[in-house]
C-alpha cells in the first residue's frame, strides 16, 4: 500500500514539473497560464462585451485579486455601466481593487495598472447547411494582460511594505465597445483621478522573439519615465522593453492620457493570430511574460517610491480666442489657418481621402462577416517635410475598423506642406474614414 502512495507522488510531482518545464518552470508562469487557459475556455465565448462571458471573466479577476491579499473597492458584481449602441444597451462593468501605500501622504496618490476584460465573442455560421458556433477566444488579445495584472497584484500585495504610494488594480469592462469601461473609471467611477502619478495599459504581451518585442508606448515622449525605464535597465532588470516610437495602438490608456495623465502602454505586439479563432492559449510564451511580469513590478515600485508624481504630459488641445495650437512646444496649424493648406498630389484632403484612403483600405474579415459598418474619425499631422505623423483613431465603434483606417493612412506618400507667411508649417488633419457594407439586392 505505501509502495503504491509513493508511485501516485511521484506521478502527480513528475506531472507538476512537466507542466512548470512547460511553461517557463516557474510557478508565475504555471498560474499564467491557468489564467489565460480559464479566460479563454469554451465556456466563456470570446468575452464578448456585455455576454455572460465577459460576467464571469470579470467574477474570475474578482476572485483572483481578492485571493492575492487586494482590499477591493467594488463588489463581485463590480462597478457597472451601460453602453447604448444603436437600438441596443449593453450592460458591462470594472473590477477594481487596491493594495494601499505605507506612506501617510504619499498612499492618497495612485499608480493604476490595467486590462481589458473583454473580447469579440463569438460568431454564428452556417456550414453545409448546420449552424456552426465560431469562437474567438483571445488569449494574447487581451486574457495575456488580465493575467499578467493578477500576477502582478499578487506580488504587490505580498510586498506592499515597499510601496510609498497605493497601487489600483483595474480589469476594464467594453474596451471593445469604444474603450467604455475604461472612460467609465477615469471619468466617473473614480474620484481621485487627479491624484493618479501614472497609468499602465497592459495589453497583448504573450509573445515573443524578433517580430513581437516587447515595447512600451507614452503617447508622447515622457523624459520622466524613459529615464525609469533606462534605470531598471541599468541596476540589472532582465527583461525590459523598447521604446516604441511608431504609430501608437489604441487602448484603455487613451481616456487617461486625454485627462492629461501620464500613460505606458506595455506589449508584445500584433500577431497573424490576433483576433482570429486561433488567438489561443497554447500559443502564448508563459516563460517571457513571467520575465514581463517581473518588469512591470519593479517599474510600479519605482513609481510608487518617487518623491514626486510623474511630470503632466503636454496634450494637443485646440484653443480659441486667437490663441493657437501647440504639439511639442511647436505650433500646429488647421487646414484653415494656413495660407496654402497641405496638397495630396495636387490636390486637397478629398483626394487624399479618394485617391488614397479608400483605394487601399480593406474591409477587415471580422467586423465584415458580423455585420459591422461605421466610421472611424482619424487625427493626424502634415508635418514641414510632407510626412504623415501623428496617426491615432479618435472615435470608432470597432477596434478592427480602427486598426485598419490607421494602417492606411499611417502609410501615406508625402504630402506637399502647407505654408504660412511663405515658411512650411505643420497642419493638423482630422478625417472620418467610412466602411459600409453593401446590401444584397
Known sequence: MKRAVSITVLFLAAAVLSHAQGTGGTET??????????????????????????????????????????????????????????????????????????????????????????????????????????????ANDNASGIAAVIEVARRVASSSFFFRRSVVFVGFGAKEQGMAGSWYFANRAFPDIDSVSVMLDIRAVGKSGPTNPFTYYTAIPHPEINQTVSGLSEVGAFYTPAYGDGVVPSGDYLPFYEKNIPVMLLTTGQDRNVRTIRDKADLLDY????????????????????????????????????????????????????????????????????????????????????????TVTVEFIVEKDGTVTGVRAVRGNDQYLED????????????????????????????PVEFRLKKRK
Open 404 to 431: 485598419e483606417a490607421v494602417r492606411v493612412i499611417a502609410a501615406s506618400p508625402k504630402w506637399k506642406p502647407g505654408q504660412m507667411g511663405g515658411e512650411k508649417v505643420r497642419v493638423k488633419y482630422s478625417v
Open 287 to 374: 516563460g517571457t511574460m513571467d520575465y514581463i511580469c517581473d518588469f512591470i513590478y519593479n517599474f510600479v515600485r519605482e513609481a510608487a517610491g518617487r518623491d514626486l508624481m510623474f511630470d503632466r504630459p503636454v496634450v494637443v488641445e485646440p484653443v480659441t480666442d486667437g490663441d493657437v495650437m501647440y504639439d511639442g512646444g511647436e505650433r500646429v496649424y488647421s487646414p484653415y489657418e494656413v495660407d496654402v493648406p497641405p496638397q495630396f498630389f495636387k490636390g486637397d484632403v478629398g483626394t487624399f481621402l479618394n485617391d488614397w484612403v479608400y483605394t487601399y483600405l480593406r474591409y477587415p474579415e471580422i467586423p465584415l462577416s458580423q455585420g459591422i459598418s461605421g
Open 29 to 138: 508562469a504555471v498560474k499564467l497560464e491557468d489564467h489565460v487557459s480559464y479566460l479563454t475556455s469554451v465556456s466563456l465565448e470570446g468575452r464578448k462585451a456585455g455576454s455572460p462571458g465577459e460576467t464571469a471573466a470579470a467574477g474570475y479577476f474578482y476572485d483572483c485579486l481578492q485571493e492575492a491579499g487586494v482590499t477591493m473597492l467594488c463588489p463581485r458584481t463590480g462597478q457597472d455601466f451601460s453602453i447604448v449602441t444603436g437600438t441596443d444597451t449593453v450592460f458591462s462593468r470594472n473590477i477594481v481593487g487596491i493594495v494601499e501605500g505605507y506612506d501617510s501622504v504619499l498612499r492618497n496618490q495612485y499608480i493604476v495598472v490595467g486590462a481589458n476584460l473583454d473580447h469579440i465573442g463569438s460568431n454564428l455560421l452556417t456550414v453545409d447547411g448546420r449552424s456552426e458556433l465560431q469562437i474567438f477566444p483571445g
